[in-house]
């Protein structure tokens, strides 16, 4: 029999906000993220527009050792290490100092890609033949596994240590992949993540393929507008989002805080085919993705009252409503509230999903819907298919009952994930 899985700390490094308090603040707000960056303009690039975390040195050296600083050039890690231990610690949990490994304690953090700059770093090393001048550190902060390497090592667990990757799907992939490990008692407490590296190395292809907006260098904030009528493109975003999963038994047994429970979800592909291609999602899988993910949460479609979306600020932000729509049976006023948080962070790629279902979860914990940023002027398109009243343009005062959070990366792949309201009474209770 499947066990419960719940949520007990949540860790978070994103554009407009690292840690908790300064991101809850920022989502209430509707603060951005989103610069300018001069290196972007310096460099010819046509959006330079984009969000990267503000992470101070002295901030950093809360979590690296000097030893650890010494030619780390790798971003990704550490925003991933910076939100991996902070979720850790916000789950009343500690690093361990033992001479064995923690067994029931594993680590699925997912990225893109990683070390971009450090890679650039070590290109040039070796082309000019100084090989030996490469660190002992190049691989580890390079090969996409490093994030989950370094984590698994700052914390002694012993369980699964991995890296998962799906473009703009992983952190959400990676949350059903640590919930099926535990709901399957095969680990009590996964920390689940994904990270982005920043920079013009990892933006740069976004820009070649034009799919970004060139009208608001001047503009940042108001650059990324989900669900608008005048969206014209994805603003690209960094930084890593973590959650501590944990089934239900221990994180009683411990007294922990519970955030939400995870119900389940669904993972799927289109296959790139029919409509389906490297860039646009198939409907028919998006669709499927959603209605198995109701169906393996054991809920009704009834049951969402609030949906964070993928929702990228592009033409395809009508046709995702479309989906959804016609996935949940719902439409018009019956439509469930729905936001994107893109607005304010832009799209943070392989660190989307975990950075959006860390907010997506808060919301549970703040009573509230998190308000949509540049919506103002909302797609007559998606105006057909449902009523305005469901897209937030304020935060609003409602306790969620049942979230969908889904992501839809590059490559037609697909994950939808159910969170589910906790009440302290049925903690208290068990």
């Known amino acids: 029999m499947s066990r419960r899985v719940v949520i007990t700390g949540l860790g978070v490094c994103a554009p407009n906000g690292v840690a908790l308090t300064d991101f809850t603040n920022a989502l209430l707000e509707g603060k951005s993220g989103l610069r300018h960056q001069p290196n972007l303009e310096k460099l010819g690039f046509g959006c330079q527009v984009a969000g990267e975390p503000l992470v101070k040195d002295n901030l950093i050296d809360n979590y690296f050792t000097p030893l650890e600083r010494r030619g780390l050039n790798a971003t990704g890690i550490v925003y991933g290490v910076i939100a991996g231990i902070d979720a850790w610690k916000d789950a009343g949990l500690e690093k361990n100092t033992t ?7 594993g680590i699925i953090f997912g990225t893109g890609i990683l070390g971009v700059d450090k890679f650039r770093e070590a290109i040039h090393l070796i082309d000019e033949g100084n090989v030996r001048r490469l660190g002992s550190t190049s691989v580890i902060q390079t090969m996409a596994s490093g994030i989950s390497a370094y984590l698994g090592g700052l914390l002694g ?65 108001k650059a990324s507008r989900p669900m608008s009528a005048t969206a014209a493109g994805f603003i690209p975003g960094s930084g890593a989002g973590a959650l501590v999963l944990e089934s239900l ?3 009683q047994k411990r007294g922990a805080h519970i955030y939400a429970e995870v119900l389940g979800g669904e993972i799927n592909s289109g296959g790139q085919l029919g409509e389906g291609s490297m860039t646009a999602p198939n409907s028919i899988a998006v669709q499927r993705c959603i209605r198995n993910a109701v169906t393996n949460a054991g809920i009704d479609a009834s049951d969402i009252d609030v949906i964070n979306g993928h929702l990228t600020a592009t033409t395809k932000d009508g046709l995702e409503i479309e989906n959804w729509s016609k996935a949940l049976g719902r439409k018009h006023d019956d439509f469930p509230y729905i936001n994107s948080f893109k607005g304010s962070v832009g799209h943070c790629l392989a660190a989307a999903g975990s950075i ?26 998606i105006l057909k298919l449902i009523s305005d009243t469901c897209i937030p343009r304020e935060t609003k005062n409602h306790a969620p009952k049942v979230i969908a959070k889904a992501s839809f990366g590059f490559g037609d792949v697909n994950a939808c994930v159910i969170f589910k309201a906790f009440s302290k009474e049925e903690s208290n209770s068990k």
Request: proline letters at 5%; aromatic letters at 8%.
């Open 356 to 381: 959006e279902s860390v907010a997506t979860v808060l919301q549970f914990e703040e009573q509230v819907v998190f308000k949509n940023v540049n919506c103002d002027d909302i797609h007559p398109e």
């Open 99 to 105: 001479n064995e490994p923690s067994w029931d304690c």
């Open 249 to 251: 038994e221990s994180a």
């Open 157 to 221: 667990c012993g369980n699964q240590v991995t890296t998962n990757s799906a473009a703009c799907t992983t952190g959400t992939e990676g949350i059903l992949m640590a919930y099926e490990r535990i709901s399957q008692g095969k680990a009590e407490i996964m920390l689940t993540g994904s990270c982005s590296d920043s920079g013009p190395y990892v933006w740069g292809g976004f820009d070649a393929m034009r799919i970004l907006p060139r009208g608001y260098n001047d503009n940042p904030t």
